[in-house]
């Protein structure tokens, strides 16, 4: 028996699942985690780009020093970088580790911490070299005479024909069924149409 053991210090691996609302499901994310070893796992229904994620606190929460918080992709974890920093930050005070399954980080050791810091500063100079990219380009642009940006997707005729087939759940069960069929990107879809729309949209009766 270990000392951790005898002094009934226990270390646990902690899952936390997240997926979007209405058409996601959960269950890979969680077989996942089970395959990683997780003895508990949260399971969340609510957009990343939510501040305020009840069961990945109530996650926390049950967590105690020398635990590991595991998730399969880190983007389940925040949608920001500011959100993920933050969230490891709070880890790393409370002596919790975090293990991303699909990008092989563990900050269980000084070279894991390391290799997400890396990886972290990366993401964000990638992305500010393409908003600043992106502003050159639309300045450019803009002298010119031309204006910026791509051809408008969304024209009132495409939002009239999603509207109908979200309220049409017999042909498109599923609002991802709805996406594909409208050859439409997922972000670009939830811009246009709120939770609440497409709830209503589909409790309508023609």
Wanted: overall charge positive; aromatic content about 8%; proline content about 2%.
């Amino acid at each position: 028996m270990s000392l951790e053991t005898a002094l009934g210090v226990i270390k646990m691996l902690v899952g936390y699942a997240r997926v979007s609302t209405l058409d996601q499901n959960p269950e890979f994310q969680i077989e996942e985690l089970r395959k990683a070893g997780c003895e508990k796992v949260f399971t969340e229904k609510i957009s990343g780009a939510k501040a305020n994620r009840p069961k990945l606190q109530e996650a926390l929460d049950y967590m105690r020093a020398g635990d590991t918080l595991v998730v399969w992709k880190l983007s389940r974890l925040a949608r920001s970088l500011s959100q993920i920093m933050g969230t490891v930050k709070e880890l790393q005070e409370r002596k919790i580790a975090l293990k991303v399954l699909t990008q092989k980080i563990d900050t269980s050791t000084p070279e894991g911490t390391l290799f997400f810091h890396i990886n972290a500063a990366f993401d964000q100079f990638q992305l500010e070299i393409i908003v600043e990219n992106t502003k050159a380009g639309l300045k450019s642009a803009r002298e010119k005479g031309r204006i910026g940006g791509r051809p408008k997707i969304m024209t009132e005729n495409k939002i009239r024909l999603l509207r109908a087939m979200i309220k049409d759940d017999a042909s498109y069960p599923f609002i991802s069924d709805v996406i594909r069929a409208g050859k439409i990107a997922r972000k670009t879809f939830y811009k246009y149409f709120s939770v609440d729309e497409i709830r209503a949209l589909r409790a309508e009766k023609e």
